[in-house]
Each structure stands twice: as C-alpha cells, then as structure tokens.
C-alpha cells in the first residue's frame, strides 16, 4: 500500500506564499493522475487542483492563477505552489490519486491569517 506524507503548510499572511510537498512511498506513484486536496473545519473534502502522470494540470476555478501544481516522478513527490494566499484558503491539505485510492495521509495545515 502506498503511504502518502504531506508537508510544507504553516501560518502566513494574506498575500503570502507557500509551497506544499507530497511524498509518496512507492513508485507506482507514477502511474497514477494526483491531486491535492483540502478540508476546511466544517466543510466537505475538496479537490483543488490535479496533474496527470504526463503532467496536464487542472485547477478549480477559486485557485486558477495563484496555485501550481508540478509533479517529480523521478522522486516520487507532488508539489503545489500557492501564491497570493487568502483567508479562504485556510484549510487542511491532502495529497491523492484523483480517485482517492491511496490511504489518506495526515495532511499539512495550511492558516492564513493576519
């Protein structure tokens, strides 16, 4: 079973940046369309942004222009930059297949605030 690490949230400011990790345990990682995803305290899971195995993106449209998501398969690792932060997108942040095959991870907070 593939293990999933996410990593990189933490507390910024409106406006800042921050750049998420995904680590994945095994190779078949590559495979496999990935996606990150994030639950805000109250709401549904949801997914923000996925990249295929050969790396086309997709992004929801609350994101699109502000986050990217790249992929390295030699290192079995997903990245997401995010990019001019809002309050709005405090949550926590999960990496997965887009069909969320894999066990969830713990997943990385992510806080914006002022």
């Known amino acids: 079973q593939v293990q999933l690490v996410e990593s990189g949230g933490g507390l910024v400011q409106p406006g800042g940046s921050l750049r998420l990790s995904c680590l994945a345990s095994?190779?078949?990682?590559?495979?496999?369309?990935m996606a990150w995803y994030r639950q805000a305290p109250g709401k549904q899971r949801e997914l923000v942004a996925s990249?295929?195995?050969?790396?086309?993106?997709n992004y929801r449209d609350s994101v699109k222009g502000r986050f990217t998501i790249s992929r390295d398969n030699a290192k079995n690792t997903m990245y997401m930059q995010m990019n001019s932060l809002k309050p709005e997108d405090t949550a926590g942040y999960y990496c997965n297949t887009a069909a969320g095959r894999f066990s969830w991870g713990q997943g990385t907070q992510v806080t914006v605030s002022s």
């Open positions: 095994g190779s078949i990682f590559r495979l496999y369309t």
């Open positions: 990249i295929t195995s050969g790396g086309t993106t």
